[in-house]
C-alpha cells in the first residue's frame, strides 16, 4: 500500500507507536540483541519518512521506559541508541524537511553518553516547526501525570494557584506532551496488551495492534494501520 491509496481515508494528525519486542525478536530469529535494535532504528527512520511522505505533522514513538535500566542489554541499547541519536542529527530527511525532535520523559537521567547524544539532537533541530517526532525515553506514563500534579501543587503552594481552578486544560498544560496535540492512533507492536504511553491525552485515541514484534513490523502494516483509522467509526 502506498499514500495513493490513502487518497480520500482521513489521516490522523498524531500518530504515536509502542516499539516493544525487540530482545523477543533477537531470540526469535537467533542473532544478537544489537541487530535487533539495528533494525529498530532503522524502522524508526523508515516510519518518519512514511509520516513526513503523508504530512502527518505528529510521530510519537515509545523507545525506553522507566523500567528498562534493571534489563541486562541495557549497555547494549545505551550504544544503540546514543549511536542512532547522532546519525539522526545529521540526516538528510530530518533537515530537509525541518522535522523538530523532542524527548519526553526523564531523559537526563540516562547515561551520559546518551543524554549527550540526546542534547545534540535536540539543539540541531530546534528551530524547526514543519513536523514533529517524540521520542519517549525513561518514560512512564503514569509517572507524567505524577509530575504534572508535583508542578501544579508547587504552584499551589507558592500562591500562584488556587486549588479551585485546578481543571482538565491545566493538567495538559503541565505534562510532558503540553505542547502538542493529543495522538488519534496508537499503534501497539509486542504482546498485545495496553500501553501507558501518553496516558493523560490518550482516552479518545484508536488504538491499533498488530500482533507483531516491532522489528518485524513494516510500512505496509503502517499504512493499513492508517487506512483502519481513516475508516472512522
Given at each position: 500500500?502506498?499514500?495513493?491509496?490513502l487518497?480520500?481515508?482521513r489521516?490522523?494528525?498524531h500518530?504515536?507507536?509502542?516499539?516493544?519486542g525487540?530482545?523477543?525478536?533477537?531470540?526469535?530469529?537467533?542473532?544478537p540483541?544489537?541487530?535487533a535494535?539495528?533494525?529498530?532504528?532503522?524502522?524508526?527512520?523508515?516510519?518518519?519518512?512514511?509520516?513526513?511522505?503523508?504530512?502527518?505533522?505528529?510521530?510519537?514513538?515509545?523507545?525506553?521506559?522507566?523500567?528498562?535500566?534493571?534489563?541486562?542489554?541495557?549497555?547494549?541499547?545505551?550504544?544503540?541508541?546514543?549511536?542512532?541519536?547522532?546519525?539522526?542529527?545529521?540526516?538528510?530527511?530530518?533537515?530537509?524537511?525541518?522535522?523538530?525532535?523532542?524527548?519526553?520523559?526523564?531523559?537526563?537521567?540516562?547515561?551520559?553518553?546518551l543524554?549527550?547524544?540526546?542534547k545534540?539532537?535536540?539543539?540541531?533541530?530546534?528551530?524547526?516547526?514543519?513536523?514533529?517526532?517524540n521520542?519517549c525515553?525513561?518514560?512512564?506514563?503514569?509517572e507524567?501525570?505524577?509530575?504534572?500534579?508535583?508542578?501544579?501543587?508547587?504552584?499551589?503552594?507558592a500562591?500562584?494557584?488556587?486549588?479551585?481552578?485546578?481543571?482538565?486544560?491545566?493538567?495538559?498544560?503541565?505534562?510532558?506532551?503540553?505542547?502538542?496535540?493529543?495522538?488519534?492512533?496508537?499503534?501497539?507492536?509486542?504482546?498485545?496488551?495496553?500501553?501507558d504511553?501518553?496516558?493523560?491525552?490518550?482516552?479518545?485515541?484508536?488504538?491499533?495492534?498488530?500482533?507483531?514484534?516491532?522489528?518485524?513490523?513494516?510500512?505496509?502494516?503502517?499504512?493499513?494501520?492508517?487506512?483502519?483509522?481513516?475508516?472512522?467509526?
Amino acid at each position: 500500500m502506498t499514500g495513493n491509496d490513502l487518497i480520500g481515508f482521513r489521516l490522523p494528525t498524531h500518530i504515536a507507536l509502542v516499539t516493544k519486542g525487540k530482545n523477543l525478536y533477537a531470540k526469535k530469529h537467533n542473532i544478537p540483541i544489537k541487530n535487533a535494535y539495528k533494525r529498530s532504528n532503522k524502522l524508526i527512520l523508515e516510519t518518519i519518512e512514511s509520516s513526513v511522505k503523508l504530512r502527518i505533522p505528529i510521530t510519537t514513538f515509545y523507545l525506553l521506559s522507566t523500567k528498562t535500566h534493571d534489563l541486562e542489554y541495557f549497555s547494549i541499547l545505551v550504544d544503540s541508541l546514543s549511536e542512532f541519536f547522532n546519525e539522526l542529527s545529521d540526516n538528510g530527511l530530518i533537515h530537509k524537511n525541518m522535522v523538530k525532535v523532542s524527548v519526553l520523559g526523564k531523559w537526563y537521567d540516562l547515561p551520559g553518553k546518551l543524554v549527550d547524544s540526546i542534547k545534540n539532537l535536540i539543539e540541531k533541530t530546534r528551530d524547526y516547526d514543519a513536523f514533529f517526532v517524540n521520542l519517549c525515553l525513561n518514560y512512564d506514563g503514569q509517572e507524567e501525570i505524577v509530575d504534572a500534579v508535583r508542578l501544579i501543587s508547587r504552584q499551589i503552594k507558592a500562591g500562584k494557584l488556587d486549588a479551585e481552578l485546578i481543571n482538565k486544560e491545566l493538567i495538559k498544560e503541565n505534562i510532558y506532551s503540553s505542547y502538542f496535540l493529543p495522538p488519534d492512533l496508537i499503534i501497539i507492536n509486542g504482546p498485545k496488551r495496553m500501553s501507558d504511553l501518553l496516558l493523560w491525552d490518550s482516552p479518545d485515541a484508536k488504538v491499533c495492534f498488530t500482533n507483531k514484534l516491532w522489528p518485524d513490523f513494516d510500512m505496509v502494516e503502517f499504512m493499513d494501520a492508517i487506512k483502519e483509522y481513516g475508516k472512522g467509526g
